[in-house]
């Protein structure tokens, strides 16, 4: 990437349609620091989609 292109940022709507659950599970996710970390600008979070795959990955059950 260079310096002028900018990464894709997904909003909470966006990151939660992304990984197929609801904002409000996305936000339960957050405050108990068990979902993907974010980008924060202002007040508003941002997330890539390499991060959130990568946090989709982290969750796959272990074979038996």
């Excluded at 068990?34 to 007040?43: E, L, T, V």
Aim: glycine share 2%.
């Amino acid at each position: 990437m260079t310096a002028t292109q900018r990464p894709e940022l997904l909003d909470a709507n966006e990151a939660a349609q992304w990984c197929r659950i609801t904002v409000n599970s996305l936000n339960h996710l957050r405050q108990h620091h068990r979902f993907a970390p974010a980008i924060k600008i202002g007040r508003r979070c941002f997330w890539t989609p390499a991060d959130l795959n990568s946090w989709i990955e982290s969750q796959r059950e272990k074979a038996a």
